[in-house]
């Protein structure tokens, strides 16, 4: 069965972004870019919520058109472009997007179907609100968090309405010249 790996930038006291959304905290170098594309090279489905995957859309398909394009934008628009596209949101339909599903409804029944299919780990990028929907679910099955040095102290939480815990494995870490640290868990499903 395929994982859902939730893929996030966080801060220190545990916030994804500050509370009107802001993102202007998180490191982000070349060290980290080459390390995330080893690893998103080898997924073929990318979840996301409807204003994250928004916010891609309107960059990553022409990235590498773009005037003096980074070789992470060459790559990251490759990839973007072939890896199939899961969208969960309640108020965008189906309409005939390229390589892309969206899920509207039956969250747990259409991601469990999802999660049979063949191929690789399924990786949640960013998405707050839809991490928060599948937390709820218990659909997400690895965080692989890049811990930021920063305390917030206010913003949107990753781990919000918790009802139960949820035991992590630890698989890898490392650590960045940014200082920037990257966790990797699966949950602990025993």
Known sequence: MRKIISFMHISLDGFVAGPNGEMDWIKIND??????????????????????????????????????????????????SKVHKVVL???????????????????????????????????????????HALIQQNLIDGYWLFVNPIILGQGIPLFADIKEKIKLNLVTTRQFACGVTELNYLVDRQ
């Open 31 to 80: 060290e980290i870019f080459d390390h995330v594309e080893k690893r998103i090279g080898q997924g073929d489905t990318a979840l996301y919520g409807r204003v994250t995957y928004q916010m891609m859309e309107s960059y990553w398909p022409t990235a590498a058109d773009k005037p003096n394009p980074t070789q992470h934008d060459i790559n990251h628009s490759k990839w973007y």
């Open 89 to 131: 949101s309640k108020t965008m339909k189906d309409e005939s997007l390229a390589n892309t599903t969206i899920i509207n409804d039956d969250l747990t029944e259409s991601i469990n179907k999802i999660k049979q299919e063949e191929g690789e780990d399924i990786l949640l990028f960013g998405s707050p609100t839809a991490t």
